[in-house]
T-cell receptor, first 114, second 110 residues
Framework: DVKVTQSSRYLVKRTGEKVFLECVQD?????MFWYRQDPGLGLRLIYF???????EKGDIPEGYSVSREKKERFSLILESASTNQTSMYLC?????????????FGPGTRLTVT | GESVGLHLPTLSVQEGDNSIINCAYS??????FIWYKQESGKGPQFIID?????DKRQGQRVTVLLNKTVKHLSLQIAATQPGDSAVYFC?????????FGTGTSLTVIP
């Protein structure tokens, strides 16, 4: 079974703090993704990576950065957390050769910024 | 931007009945469509996909129908079970871009 794990299920941070969200996958997938999920808006892509040390902006990259130093790990960084970044954050991975849409998602991190 | 939406935010069905969840998309260039299931407290799970050169695709107890004329996608679940209770959302793909709908919450009544 593919397993995508995220470092925290729930996180509460203060405005201005630097926040790290970690994602690890154990299936040697080339592609990894970070989304945020908000009520009434659906999933929105923040950043994705097709390879180690490679990153591409998604639809809403402002206020975020990412790091992929190892193939299995993809980190999302909020440089200075703001209240409008309160959301559910979902990490996903997929193979380069597999079906395009078959992304395997982690359980999510619910981040609250106060 | 892309607009992918679902007709109903909630749907309740009796156990054993068939469920139909609908989705509309706006980009006629979309060439690939996916349905996901998201149970409470879990990440989304891939259910079934369909390419734009097909009208229908069947899986285990699920069928996806694509009507490109009206840009409409539906997910049919046969003999709905309590374990099918979840949020279902569609996504469409244009090139490498995915656009996700907001979801329909399906409740199965025992």
């Amino acid at each position: 079974d593919v397993k995508v794990t995220q470092s925290s299920r729930y996180l509460v941070k203060r405005t201005g703090e630097k926040v790290f969200l970690e994602c690890v996958q154990d299936m040697d997938h080339e592609n990894m993704f970070w989304y945020r999920q908000d009520p009434g808006l659906g999933l929105r892509l923040i950043y994705f990576s097709y390879d180690v040390k490679m990153k591409e902006k998604g639809d809403i990259p402002e206020g975020y950065s990412v790091s992929r130093e190892k193939k299995e790990r993809f980190s999302l960084i909020l440089e200075s957390a703001s209240t409008n970044q309160t959301s559910m954050y979902l990490c996903a991975s997929s193979t380069a050769s597999g079906r395009i849409g078959e992304q395997y998602f982690g359980p999510g991190t619910r981040l609250t910024v106060t | 931007g892309e607009s992918v939406g679902l007709h109903l935010p909630t749907l309740s069905v009796q156990e054993g009945d068939n469920s139909i969840i609908n989705c509309a998309y706006s980009n006629s260039a979309s060439d690939y469509f996916i349905w996901y299931k998201q149970e409470s407290g879990k990440g989304p799970q891939f259910i079934i996909d369909i390419r734009s050169n097909m009208d229908k695709r069947q899986g285990q107890r699920v069928t996806v129908l694509l009507n490109k004329t009206v840009k409409h996608l539906s997910l049919q679940i046969a003999a709905t079970q309590p374990g099918d209770s979840a949020v279902y959302f569609c996504a469409d793909c244009t090139g490498n871009q995915f656009y996700f709908g907001t979801g329909t919450s399906l409740t199965v009544i025992p």
